[in-house]
């Protein structure tokens, strides 16, 4: 990981700024999620992984929205074995009227992804799995102290998941993306760390599924993963007949990493299970789907607006959204056909990412970082010495009675 501040992406502030952030309480359970594009649209569910909450596939949301694809991106909510994720999930999808999904997997969230197409197999329709598995032995037997993790300290709890990343030069955009996803778990309360952990430590695995090979895609990365590759064969070996989309590189998290390409596969595997876009319900996009001209800046806008926009931000949403979405800038890339892109970047050229704004987070914000940073040091600072002025304490006070 980069040194220094971490400093939000351009795009993502953007993201922020335009993409309304709900929860809504269901039972025990609070669901933070995103939820972007035509309603009419039978939505691809994002579910991340350990380290990951809903804000991790901004990019997949922008890209896929503005080609008019309904995504909905979740926090996996606090649940403490299989089965309670599984009710508490249908009862997410009822709250807000979804009954036909597509999921999106990756690492502990394609493990559930496959379990609740075990267990609700009328509702999914198909899947997309990422460095994932099929069985979480390995992972109980590499966690003794399972039986106590509801009872660990936060600081131990997130050193363990930062634990299986990577910590050493890597190229930048992979760079950037464990930058991202640590900035996350620093979000994750202390019960949310012990019971996603739970989750994979409980021994467990996905059973036969009813779901036809042909409707599940693999999209695995071949460089360093957490994800030992033996698992993520198992994977393969369970769905012979599933589509590949092997990346070459992208660490841990190849939809913030190599977003493009991420995005590209599941526009292809949205297209083979037979999702129909609507870009024509898309606001700002013609209702030939083009997209838009990139020439044309997204900044018609006012202040006032803006000011508006930023208050409606990270604030309590009803279950299910208004079906004009605000729109997102349109991309750098042109209309082209799809698959003519996916052998453009099969051949290593490069692809201009989209909303790339100069925006930067301001001077207030960071002083308050640096200030907590701070703050840290010098109570860590204090802790280190407080033996050592104890020791000195007694030791002189033993001279004395000498």
Known sequence: MKGGVFSAPGDYIYFKS??????????SKQWRYYDFGPKVVPPLICLPGIAGTADVYYKQIMSLSIKGYR????????????????????????????HHIHLYGTALGGFLAQLFAQHRPRRVRSL???????????????????????????FILKRHVLSGIRDSPQEPFIADSVDFVVSQVETLSREDLASRLTLTADAASVGPLILPDTSITLMDTNDYCATPQSLK?????????ARRAYLKSGGDFPFLSRPDEVNLHLQLHLRRVAVEARPDLVPGVPKD?????????????????????????????P?????????????????????????????NKSVIPPLQNALLCDKQSLLLVLRALLS???EFFILNMLPLYLGNCTLTENVAAM
């Not at 335009?18 to 039972?27: A, N, S, T």
């Not at 064969?233 to 007949?241: I, N």
């Open 18 to 27: 335009q993409v309304p952030l709900h929860k809504i309480p269901i039972g």
């Open 289 to 317: 789907g083009s997209g838009g001209s990139s020439k044309e800046p997204n900044n018609g806008r006012g202040d006032a607006d803006d000011s508006s926009e930023n208050d409606k931000r990270d604030s309590e949403a």
């Open 233 to 241: 064969d198992q994977v393969s070996e369970r769905y012979p007949g």
């Open 128 to 154: 997309v799995l990422s460095n994932t598995f099929v069985e979480t032995t390995s992972f109980s037997a590499a966690m003794p102290w399972a039986p106590i993790v509801s009872w660990a300290p936060s």
């Open 376 to 378: 840290i040091t010098c």
């Open 71 to 98: 995504v909905i991106s979740v926090d996996i909510p606090r649940a403490w074995n299989n089965h309670e994720w599984i009710q508490a999930f249908e009862k997410f999808l009822d709250a807000i009227d979804v």
């Open 319 to 347: 279950s299910t959204a208004e079906s004009a979405d605000p729109p997102l800038a349109p991309e750098a890339t042109g209309s082209h056909d799809l698959d003519n892109q996916l052998l453009k970047l099969s051949d």
